[in-house]
């Protein structure tokens, strides 16, 4: 989890509260550890810069030891995952053959319910991914206040070798066994779309689950996030994780001191990125970026990268990617030739898969700041270095922290059974036009009619918002907020002369002041 380090000089990379460092024994012993141990080696480390102020914090009577054991003690309980399963199951598909397929479910924690990860399809799926990932999003959820505890889930397919219907079949059956098994329902866990699954898939899960073990509960539908708005889907939830990528970029770029320290100006304008990845993240994380002045000259893919200095156009890549399934051979740009994280840039997004940027090619990054828009790009080793050359790293943890705040979003829409702004979107508009009124009369009142009435024109930005705000509105509102909040949690935990890491001490506070160290067997 994030993890801040004191530091002897103002280096933007170190001062990122939010910043999870890799464990240095992890890192001493293995050049290139696994994922699961990367995120192992984030929470040690992590756990042993903030021991001190959580023992120092707590108000109990205990001695210092019985302190130090108790913090010990919730740690050790918050490391592990708690619940993980491998299921197997077949379908028969369209040639009548039969397959056996694999799916990972992981539950971090079952202190705070219910708990919310993405539902991946991918032949690298494994148990110890699943287990990463699932305690990754406890970090992040914690990052971002939302009421959520992590979880993950894999199916071991590549999607792109099954029709339409065969992925219909092993999507509902991964949901039955899933619910037989405890890992889905609207207080247990509550899915996400993730790579290679978007609102199709989840729609299934909606209703597989719906028709069967929730066909008595009212608020079965928000046993799933990222539907289809026909399904009790949320507006933005689609572009929610770019969305939230934009906004973490924005909160640090407009920062005078962090931008001073890096040689740069304050601001979009001029500033020049590229994104690794043109998925969900990426495409949205492009598309804001341009639109508020920064120009993308460079994306990767895994089948090709693209080059153009001048600037590349998001919604033209997109509809060439729609229509040719790829962004090699979009007009008016160049093939890259080499690693698309290597050429100089303001801004790097790496938004592909983790452990990207690793010790192999950390010294040929030119970037300024890396934004980290996937799980885990930064291997150990990279890390280290990257603040050693005061290059920033914005983490992933608050990075991508966007499309789990929108799902939080639509799962309070599901559990409340009506839309944000139903109930109150015509007395704003009212409420709009008699303020306008209420103000006209004032002034004729106090100027008189002599020159004729005296009419109040709104401004054009206000005439868009005088209707009242729509459920868009307000998730754009909330998720912009949440960004900005923890921003400058961040920054106010960087400022600190003892430095200590922020995701930590809010995950072992819920822990710590709900007794999670207790049991009923404890008692006996």
Same mark, same amino acid.
């Given at each position: 989890?994030?993890? !801040?380090?004191?530091?002897?000089?103002?280096?933007p990379? !170190?001062?990122l509260?939010?910043?999870?460092?890799y464990?240095e024994e992890v890192?001493?012993?293995e050049?290139d550890?696994s994922?699961?141990?990367?995120v192992e080696g984030?929470?040690?480390?992590?756990?042993?810069?903030?021991?001190d102020?959580?023992?120092?914090?707590l108000? #109990?009577?205990?001695?210092e030891?019985?302190?130090?054991?108790? *913090?010990?003690?919730i =740690?050790?309980?918050?490391n592990?995952?708690?619940h993980?399963?491998? *299921?197997?199951?077949?379908?028969?598909?369209?040639?009548? %053959?039969?397959?056996?397929?694999?799916?990972y479910?992981?539950q971090?924690?079952?202190?705070r319910?219910?708990c919310?990860?993405?539902?991946?399809?991918? #032949?690298d799926?494994?148990?110890?991914?699943v287990?990463?990932?699932a305690?990754?999003? #406890?970090?992040?959820c914690?990052?971002?206040g939302?009421?959520?505890?992590?979880?993950?889930?894999?199916?071991?397919?590549?999607p792109k070798?099954?029709? &339409?219907n065969? /992925?219909?079949?092993?999507?509902r059956?991964?949901?039955?066994e899933?619910?037989k098994?405890?890992?889905i329902?609207c207080?247990i866990?509550?899915p996400?779309?993730d790579?290679?699954t978007?609102?199709?898939?989840?729609?299934?899960i909606?209703?597989?689950?719906?028709? #069967?073990?929730?066909?008595? +509960?009212?608020n079965?539908?928000?046993?799933v996030i990222?539907?289809?708005?026909?399904?009790g889907?949320?507006h933005g939830?689609?572009?929610?994780t770019?969305h939230?990528v934009?906004?973490?970029i924005?909160? =640090?770029?407009?920062e005078a001191?962090?931008?001073s320290?890096?040689?740069? $100006?304050?601001g979009?304008?001029?500033? $020049?990125?590229f994104v690794?990845?043109?998925?969900?993240?990426?495409l949205?994380?492009?598309?804001?970026?341009h639109r508020?002045?920064a120009?993308?000259?460079?994306?990767?893919?895994?089948d090709?990268?693209?080059?153009n200095? +001048?600037g590349?156009?998001?919604?033209?890549l997109?509809?060439?990617?729609?229509?040719?399934?790829?962004i090699?051979? =979009?007009?008016?740009?160049k093939?890259?030739e080499?690693?698309? /994280?290597e050429?100089?840039?303001d801004?790097l997004?790496?938004?592909?898969s983790?452990k990207?940027?690793s010790? %192999?090619n950390?010294?040929?990054?030119?970037?300024k @700041?890396?934004?980290?828009?996937?799980?885990?790009?930064?291997?150990p080793?990279? +890390?280290k270095?990257?603040?050693e050359?005061?290059?920033?790293?914005i983490?992933?943890?608050y990075m &991508?922290?966007?499309?789990?705040? *929108?799902?939080?979003?639509?799962? /309070?829409?599901n559990?409340?059974?009506?839309?944000?702004?139903?109930? $109150?979107?015509?007395y704003?508009?009212?409420?709009?036009?008699?303020?306008?009124? %209420?103000?006209?009369?004032t /002034?004729?009142r106090?100027?008189?009619?002599?020159?004729?009435?005296?009419? @109040?024109?709104?401004t054009a930005e206000?005439? +868009?918002?005088?209707?009242g705000?729509s459920?868009?509105?307000i998730?754009?509102?909330?998720?912009?907020?949440?960004?900005?909040?923890s921003a400058?949690q961040?920054?106010? $935990?960087?400022r600190?002369?003892a430095?200590?890491?922020?995701?930590?001490?809010?995950?072992?506070k819920v822990? &710590?002041?709900?007794?999670?160290?207790?049991?009923y067997m404890?008692?006996g």
């Amino acid at each position: 989890p994030a993890a !801040l380090l004191a530091h002897r000089r103002p280096q933007p990379g !170190l001062v990122l509260a939010a910043r999870r460092h890799y464990s240095e024994e992890v890192a001493e012993r293995e050049d290139d550890p696994s994922f699961f141990k990367t995120v192992e080696g984030f929470f040690n480390r992590g756990a042993s810069i903030v021991q001190d102020k959580l023992v120092e914090d707590l108000r #109990t009577r205990e001695s210092e030891e019985q302190k130090r054991n108790r *913090v010990g003690g919730i =740690f050790r309980i918050i490391n592990p995952c708690n619940h993980m399963l491998s *299921v197997s199951f077949r379908i028969r598909r369209d040639d009548s %053959s039969w397959e056996v397929t694999k799916g990972y479910p992981a539950q971090h924690s079952q202190h705070r319910m219910p708990c919310n990860g993405g539902v991946h399809y991918s #032949t690298d799926v494994s148990i110890d991914e699943v287990k990463a990932l699932a305690s990754l999003m #406890t970090c992040k959820c914690a990052v971002v206040g939302v009421l959520f505890w992590g979880a993950k889930a894999g199916v071991k397919i590549s999607p792109k070798y099954y029709t &339409n219907n065969e /992925l219909e079949k092993i999507t509902r059956r991964f949901t039955i066994e899933l619910a037989k098994k405890g890992f889905i329902g609207c207080g247990i866990d509550v899915p996400a779309p993730d790579k290679s699954t978007g609102e199709l898939e989840m729609s299934w899960i909606a209703d597989a689950y719906a028709s #069967t073990i929730g066909h008595y +509960d009212i608020n079965a539908h928000a046993c799933v996030i990222g539907k289809p708005i026909s399904q009790g889907g949320i507006h933005g939830r689609i572009s929610a994780t770019g969305h939230g990528v934009f906004h973490g970029i924005e909160n =640090f770029i407009n920062e005078a001191s962090y931008m001073s320290i890096l040689g740069m $100006t304050s601001g979009f304008g001029g500033k $020049t990125f590229f994104v690794q990845g043109f998925g969900n993240a990426g495409l949205h994380s492009m598309r804001y970026l341009h639109r508020f002045g920064a120009k993308c000259i460079a994306v990767g893919e895994s089948d090709g990268s693209i080059w153009n200095p +001048d600037g590349i156009d998001p919604k033209e890549l997109e509809d060439f990617k729609l229509q040719h399934g790829s962004i090699v051979g =979009f007009p008016k740009v160049k093939p890259y030739e080499g690693s698309i /994280l290597e050429p100089y840039c303001d801004i790097l997004i790496p938004a592909a898969s983790e452990k990207q940027l690793s010790k %192999s090619n950390e010294s040929r990054v030119k970037a300024k @700041i890396i934004a980290e828009g996937d799980n885990g790009p930064t291997t150990p080793e990279a +890390d280290k270095i990257f603040l050693e050359r005061n290059i920033m790293v914005i983490p992933d943890l608050y990075m &991508n922290a966007g499309g789990v705040t *929108v799902s939080y979003f639509e799962w /309070l829409k599901n559990l409340k059974h009506v839309s944000y702004g139903r109930l $109150t979107f015509k007395y704003e508009r009212n409420s709009n036009y008699h303020l306008f009124m %209420s103000v006209e009369e004032t /002034l004729e009142r106090k100027c008189g009619k002599h020159g004729g009435a005296i009419p @109040i024109v709104p401004t054009a930005e206000f005439q +868009d918002r005088i209707s009242g705000a729509s459920e868009k509105d307000i998730m754009h509102s909330g998720l912009v907020c949440t960004m900005e909040h923890s921003a400058r949690q961040i920054m106010h $935990t960087a400022r600190k002369a003892a430095a200590y890491v922020n995701t930590i001490e809010k995950v072992f506070k819920v822990y &710590n002041e709900a007794g999670a160290t207790f049991t009923y067997m404890d008692y006996g």
